[in-house]
């Protein structure tokens, strides 16, 4: 069946660091791939996605590359900032009509001054 | 973007007692909505999936007795949690499905059963 896999955390990085968030997929067909960034006490917002392969998605200095050869859709951004700290979740939806979202373990991810 | 809402943000209710939680879709209608719950520092686990007009589709191991959805409209989907125990508390979190199949998700409610 459809699975993701994302690096554990936490992620502890200074502000302005390079952030990598590493997430991987299992899925059979075209699946449509998510990142999305839940906040202390929040619910989820959707980040970024992408529908097809080597397609890129982006958001708030956050990128995401579709990448079938290696099934992966690492999160990327090239200066994080305190405000960043949050729990990031990478999901798969598979193709063919509305199917459920698949989520990955979630990585925390703390920002310091 | 769409909004959806959910109602308690959080409760705190008595060993014994039920809790109804409410998700609305604010703009948009939705046929189908989901339910989630997440344990402190865990991912989402869903529960059930919850279809207008008809039965909600749980997951397996989730009690369909114990928590009750009840999809009456196509703007409102309830979670009713019976007889709730401490175990039951968790985060809730509901999510729709607008009609272009993109997913937003609620705040979240916080159940905390003494």
């Known amino acids: ?113 | 973007g769409a909004v959806v809402s959910q109602h308690p943000s959080w409760v705190i209710c008595k060993s014994g007692t039920s809790v109804k939680i409410e998700c609305r879709s604010l703009d948009f209608q939705a046929t189908t909505m989901f339910w989630y719950r997440q344990f402190p520092k865990q991912s989402l686990m869903l529960m059930a999936t919850s279809n207008e007009g008809s039965k909600a589709t749980y997951e397996q191991g989730v009690e369909k007795d114990k928590f009750l959805i009840n999809h009456a409209s196509l703007t409102l989907s309830t979670l009713t949690v019976t007889s709730a125990h401490p175990e039951d508390s968790s985060f809730y979190i509901c999510s729709a499905i607008d009609p272009s199949y993109e997913q937003y998700f609620g705040p979240g409610t916080r159940l905390t059963v003494t």
């Open chain 1, 1 to 113: 069946g459809n699975s993701v896999t994302q690096m554990e955390g936490p992620v502890t990085l200074s502000e302005e660091a390079f952030l990598t968030i590493n997430c991987t997929y299992t899925a059979t067909g075209y699946p449509s791939l998510f990142w999305y960034v839940q906040y202390p006490g929040e619910g989820l917002q959707l980040l970024l996605k992408a529908t097809k392969a080597d397609d890129k998605g982006s958001n708030k200095g956050f990128e995401a590359t579709y990448r079938k050869e290696t099934t992966s859709f690492h999160l990327e951004k090239g200066s994080v900032q305190v405000s960043d700290s949050a729990v990031y979740f990478c999901a798969l939806r598979g193709s063919g009509g509305y199917n459920k979202l698949i989520f990955g373990a979630g990585t925390r991810l703390a920002v310091h001054p």
